[in-house]
């Protein structure tokens, strides 16, 4: 994002508070009270700041409820464990997880921070795979967050990204963004998606 629309946010308390779990993304709608108006950044950039801020911190934790929820073992999704994979793979012709490369997991310039080939390459299916088969010798369940978590934003990424085709979320075919997010049929009641979007 911009200075500009991070002012504006930063105005309007818009972001996660510190040390906490909690993150405010709405504000009261300015001119219809009884609405609410919402803020995102645009995918792409939601995406690359992810990556660049799971290399910058080394690692995320997850909420309790997301930990139960998916029955993880762990909280905590690391860094180590994709540098760990990177480096298993490095003598090897064939890889599993073949476009992680270590400039996606370095510190970087600007430019090349921004780019979306870096994200793509560490949250993706072949990246899952290749966590999955790393853990599998060691019997560690030290990976359950980190393959959780490199899943959840490669898949929420393909559905949010998908513009055009037969699997494209829209107003029109409303049941795919909900099958995309995996929303049973009470869950879906709770996130109406209508024209007005």
Not at 51 to 73: C, H, K, M, P, W
Not at 159 to 187: F, I, K, M
């Amino acid at each position: 994002m911009g200075p500009d629309n991070m002012a504006l946010w930063k105005v309007l308390n818009i972001g996660s508070l510190a040390n906490t779990e909690f993150v405010v993304c709405s504000i009261p709608h300015p001119v219809r009270p009884n609405a609410r108006l919402w803020f995102l950044p645009d995918t792409v950039h939601l995406y690359k700041n992810i990556v660049t801020r799971l290399t910058s911190n080394q690692f995320f934790y997850l909420s309790a409820d997301i930990v139960d929820e998916a029955g993880l073992t762990t909280n905590k999704v690391e860094l180590n464990h994709i540098q760990e994979l990177l480096d298993f793979e490095e003598p090897f012709e064939l890889k599993v997880a073949y476009r992680l490369k270590q400039e996606n997991l370095g510190n970087k310039k600007t430019f090349q921070k921004m780019r979306v080939s870096n994200p793509a390459s560490v949250f993706c299916k072949r990246t899952e795979a290749g966590l999955r088969d790393k853990a599998k010798p060691e019997k560690s369940s030290a990976y359950d967050a980190t393959i959780f978590f490199v899943a959840l934003v490669a898949h929420w990424f393909a559905l949010v990204s998908n513009l055009g085709g037969e699997t494209s979320a829209s107003a029109q075919q409303q049941g795919r963004v909900h099958e995309g997010c995996g929303l049973d049929q009470e869950d879906r009641k709770c996130i109406p998606i209508n024209e007005d979007w």
